[in-house]
DNA sequence: TTGTCGCATTGACGCAGGTTAATCCGCTTG
DNA sequence: CAAGCGGATTAACCTGCGTCAATGCGACAA
């Protein structure tokens, strides 16, 4: 891989090839790096104006909040991943996103973003493309909330971690650090956090996987990938289709 | 309005301003109109070389099977939505796409919908676009599912499809025709058919919403729309954004 | 040192919603 | 006409998961 690619950049290039100014493009969205904290949301539900964010370092959850103060925790991000998009393109956020660790993003300002895609729409097309891929994930998720049990979501959702840091090279198929509470999974799968502890236990004692002291460990692929019944290929990019 | 302005196009006017040239194109694709009965998927979880479809008559829905037999319906559409672009996107189809009713619908061959986008790139954004604000509708039916009991879930479900089908003209504030079955609605609220029954029930006793004999009647509006906490918002545009 | 705060863990108990199965109705088909 | 089928409806029973409550433990601050 050439020097300085962004992971981004390395992403987008699995939808179209990109010419050296759609790229020139994409670097200068990295100009504005920002840090923050947990517990400083990015963006927060209802907010007009917001700003979309490439996240460089740490993790992120978005979610949305119910009027009871339960939340669902629509998706989980990692590095190389595109933030807030949907909040820009409505021009007011319908969720909100926390980092779950220290995190390190780029700021791209909604009107940098939608002036550099009404002068590059090749680029437009690779990050919506992109997003639009994003909604495969969702889509399991969905599937997993309404059709499966703790048991098989948990494993499930396990295995789509896994195989989503091994592409960014932050995993091996025995396991990752894993930032992660037992609320956040929680909130991810649309369960209580009592009843999350219960299935990891069983899942450690059943010898499939463990999850402990923020490290996920993998003790049995074959049969964790059977019970989710989970299939990585909607994870997969197969190459530019975009020339 | 002006004259033979498909749905699509007025659609994707919410989006970015086309050009006469890439109306035009989009009129293109209204070339291959086919007809579809009842029992005949459009398209099938696993087959490649999938073609998309611009749906004009009838309503569809896209599930996904899981191995026990037991399915999870995503997404409804109805007139004037896109169908199976993802399954383009990706070269091969990761859900199923059954006509609920008799379906008219264009069909737009993945290599010719590519090559559109690759010509005319504002025209993809605009396509993209829409399909990442529909996935604000698939995130709306996540949380539910994750979130929100079975009277919630309900509730919101013939909200949203009630503001979505006045939206294109098929239906008031008071009620419209729906051709779903009891199944249907299990499988797309992830409930079962004999509790999809008594939950309607109730919602009847209770003078909420009627669900009956392919029409459902709304008789108190206020009172669903607090108790689904349903918000409209996500399903509005504003005005294009891609000048 | 002591208090507190976030997170993990476990037990006891209750309920929303699943499962099974029976019945009914209207439509189609032979 | 009978038979079959898809869909709606209801009752009886059971269970996966939520709720409540208590305990432990490490990190950190006063």
């Given at each position: 891989?050439?020097?300085?690619?962004?992971?981004?950049?390395?992403?987008?290039?699995?939808?179209?090839?990109?010419?050296?100014?759609?790229?020139?493009?994409?670097?200068?969205?990295?100009?504005?790096?920002?840090?923050?904290?947990?517990?400083?949301?990015?963006?927060?539900?209802?907010?007009?104006?917001?700003?979309?964010?490439?996240?460089?370092?740490?993790?992120?959850?978005?979610?949305?909040?119910?009027?009871?103060?339960?939340?669902?925790?629509?998706?989980?991000?990692?590095?190389?991943?595109?933030?807030?998009?949907?909040?820009?393109?409505?021009?007011?956020?319908?969720?909100?996103?926390?980092?779950?660790?220290?995190?390190?993003?780029?700021?791209?300002?909604?009107?940098?973003?939608?002036?550099?895609?009404?002068?590059?729409?090749?680029?437009?097309?690779?990050?919506?493309?992109?997003?639009?891929?994003?909604?495969?994930?969702?889509?399991?998720?969905?599937?997993?909330?309404?059709?499966?049990?703790?048991?098989?979501?948990?494993?499930?959702?396990?295995?789509?971690?896994?195989?989503?840091?091994?592409?960014?090279?932050?995993?091996?198929?025995?396991?990752f650090a894993c930032p992660?509470?037992?609320?956040?999974?929680?909130?991810?799968?649309?369960?209580?956090?009592?009843?999350?502890?219960?299935?990891?236990?069983?899942?450690?004692?059943?010898?499939?996987?463990?999850?402990?002291?923020?490290?996920?460990?993998?003790?049995?692929?074959?049969?964790?990938?059977?019970?989710?019944?989970?299939?990585?290929?909607?994870l997969d990019q197969e190459?530019?289709?975009?020339?």
């Open positions: 891989m050439p020097n300085a690619l962004s992971p981004l950049a390395h992403k987008l290039s699995n939808f179209a090839i990109l010419s050296e100014t759609e790229m020139g493009v994409l670097d200068d969205m990295h100009r504005r790096r920002r840090n923050f904290a947990v517990g400083h949301d990015l963006v927060l539900q209802g907010q007009t104006r917001q700003a979309a964010f490439i996240l460089a370092k740490g993790w992120v959850c978005s979610y949305k909040l119910l009027r009871d103060g339960s939340r669902q925790i629509v998706d989980i991000q990692i590095p190389g991943d595109f933030l807030g998009l949907r909040s820009v393109l409505f021009r007011t956020a319908d969720h909100n996103i926390e980092p779950i660790t220290e995190i390190e993003a780029s700021e791209v300002l909604g009107k940098d973003l939608l002036g550099a895609f009404s002068k590059h729409p090749r680029l437009a097309s690779a990050v919506l493309w992109a997003a639009s891929c994003d909604e495969a994930m969702v889509v399991e998720h969905l599937v997993g909330l309404g059709r499966r049990n703790a048991r098989e979501r948990m494993a499930h959702f396990l295995l789509e971690l896994s195989t989503r840091l091994m592409l960014v090279g932050l995993g091996t198929p025995a396991g992660l509470t037992q609320y956040h999974l929680a909130d991810a799968l649309g369960l209580s956090a009592v009843h999350v502890n219960r299935v990891l236990r069983e899942l450690r004692e059943d010898g499939l996987v463990t999850f402990q002291y923020g490290q996920v460990t993998i003790h049995n692929l074959d049969v964790l990938t059977d019970l989710a019944e989970f299939d990585r290929s909607y190459g530019p289709l975009l020339r």
